[in-house]
């Protein structure tokens, strides 16, 4: 008898263990796709007024349903610019492009890489660094500035050549920013870092106007790393300091490296950048980090991947297979090694999630693609206005293409993005939700920055810390949201004020079918 009790007490608990189970995964369950979704514990941001992105997870606490983050490409338009000066050529590129009130600046590597059997031939004219200008970021002129001789004549737009006053550096590698420091000299109103030409450092250059430049220092301020790349630096406005970025080696992977400044000569102990995924074993040439210019508290960049795919029947049905063959001559990896651009983001300046797939990829096969330095995205992005009447401006993004290929010039390709729009959040007709972190804000309205189909929407629902839904501000309040828009701002059926809100712990809850969510803002 009591071996019958204790059989049936076993089988109790035993199906009580079995509904609690259940209950447990009907609970998670309901955690994933349900309305009221619990927040995970954690510290309350404060975003402020600022521009929200969903380029990396920074806010996000969860996605569900059929809810992703989408990343988009950049849309190819036409060539902007060819290398096909004398002192130009099939070597050049490195640009760094920005704006600078009511015209565009361009800087960049003035080279040759002449394509043939044997050793390539770079002594056709020596590396300089070239200066253009443009009016709307998209039709580019080269000022014949005066400066430098070529070939016995002036009548050129080299801005900076290889030996600068005492100093012997390498002008391929320009990374020239204006400098938004609000207690800087004004004779150093521009800046840039060069590196010696023994590779041994790289040296501060100020300039007063982007065209006359001197050194800062005699020594080299930043000693360690491989400085053959792109070797950037600017002010970040919203940590009030200097930050440099340039490429270094760990095992033979090529990575990126940083460090800050109070003043762009003392640099503080540099550290590598690190990722979110598995990039870290990948190759990464050139970096192109800076503040997102709509949202400087976010780091975005656009790093160059490169990967050696050795031959295979691909490789040989790749364009150009001649020039291939004959860069391998001098190196195998100069044939058979191809480069893409990335992107990634972040919001210390250290840590980054970084995209696996590729953001430009090398396109369709034409002449001068899938080569070894093509796709390099310029270092920052420029808004422009869009060639579609009555659309919003958009951004401007340059890539290098012909380099060193059959073609006598390299040239730049201008691609174009939405603003804001490098990553959504998006979900299919069927629907999908995205759920914040537990934030606090600054402002009377939210706009969102978003796209649609002609019958999907979003509705937002704004949720108490805890997760309950606040009256006044629940997803069935907000009538449904749908159009393509940079700027829309959310309403809901209650007439409260979302300024009683300003301030208060909250979550956001984007319900979206068949759309695209790619920002959002309180204002």
């Not at 580019?140 to 900076?160: A, C, D, Q, R, T």
């Not at 810390?465 to 940079?486: H, L, R």
Request: proline letters at 6%; one cysteine or more.
């Amino acid at each position: 008898m009591k071996r019958i009790c204790l059989l049936i007490i076993v089988s109790a608990i035993g199906l009580l263990s079995a509904a609690f189970s259940a209950w447990e995964i009907f609970g998670a369950y309901r955690y994933s796709v349900g309305s009221a979704l619990q927040p995970n514990a954690g510290s309350v941001l404060d975003i402020g007024s600022g521009l929200q992105l969903f380029v990396d997870d920074y806010l996000i606490d969860h996605l569900g349903g059929g809810a992703e983050l989408r990343l988009h490409h950049p849309v190819p338009q036409g060539i902007v610019m060819t290398y096909d000066q004398p002192w130009e050529g099939a070597g050049s590129g490195y640009q760094s492009i920005f704006r600078d009130g009511d015209i565009y600046r361009m800087y960049y590597k003035s080279w040759h890489r002449r394509v043939g059997p044997g050793a390539p031939n770079t002594d056709s004219n020596p590396l300089f660094c070239c200066y253009a200008e443009s009016r709307d970021g998209i039709h580019w002129y080269k000022p014949k500035l005066g400066l430098f001789e070529y070939n016995g004549s002036k009548s050129n737009n080299i801005v900076m050549v290889e030996k600068m006053g005492n100093l012997k550096i390498s002008v391929g590698e320009p990374a020239v920013f204006k400098d938004g420091n609000p207690g800087l000299d004004p004779r150093a109103r521009y800046k840039a870092l060069f590196p010696l030409n023994d590779d041994s450092g790289l040296i501060p250059f100020r300039s007063p106007d982007g065209i006359h430049w001197s050194a800062l220092s005699k020594e080299p301020v930043i000693t360690y790393g491989a400085f053959d790349s792109q070797n950037l630096a600017f002010w970040d406005v919203v940590h009030g300091e200097y930050r440099a970025y340039w490429r270094t080696f760990d095992k033979n992977v090529r990575g990126v490296r940083t460090a800050t400044s109070g003043d762009f000569i003392h640099w503080g102990r540099p550290e590598d950048i690190h990722y979110d995924n598995s990039l870290s074993q990948q190759q990464l040439y050139t970096n192109q980090i800076k503040p997102y210019y709509r949202a400087p508290e976010l780091f975005i960049g656009f790093p160059t991947r490169y990967i050696d795919r050795d031959w295979s029947a691909s490789m040989r049905a790749l364009p150009e297979l001649q020039h291939r063959e004959w860069r391998s001559g001098i190196s195998p990896r100069f044939g058979t090694a191809l480069t893409e651009a990335l992107i990634m983001a972040g919001h210390d300046g250290v840590n980054f999630k970084c995209w696996n797939e590729a953001f430009l990829r090398p396109g369709i096969e034409r002449p001068g693609s899938w080569t070894y330095g093509q796709q390099y995205i310029g270092w920052q992005m420029v808004e422009t206005k869009s060639l579609l009447e009555g659309a919003p401006n958009e951004i401007s993004l340059y890539a290098t293409e012909s380099y060193w290929s059959g073609n006598k010039a390299s040239k730049l390709r201008r691609y174009t993005m939405r603003l804001d729009g490098f990553v959504s959040a998006n979900a299919p007709m069927s629907g999908g939700e995205l759920l914040t972190k537990t934030l606090t804000f600054t402002g009377s309205k939210m706009n969102l920055n978003f796209s649609s189909s002609a019958v999907g929407e979003i509705r937002v629902e704004i949720q108490d810390e805890t997760g309950k839904p606040i009256p006044g501000f629940t997803a069935e309040d907000c009538p449904p949201i749908f159009g393509d828009t940079i700027e829309r701002t959310v309403t809901w059926k209650s007439p409260s004020a979302l300024s009683k809100l300003e301030g208060k712990a909250i979550r956001l809850r984007f319900l979206i079918k068949d759309a695209d969510l790619y920002s959002f803002q309180f204002k």
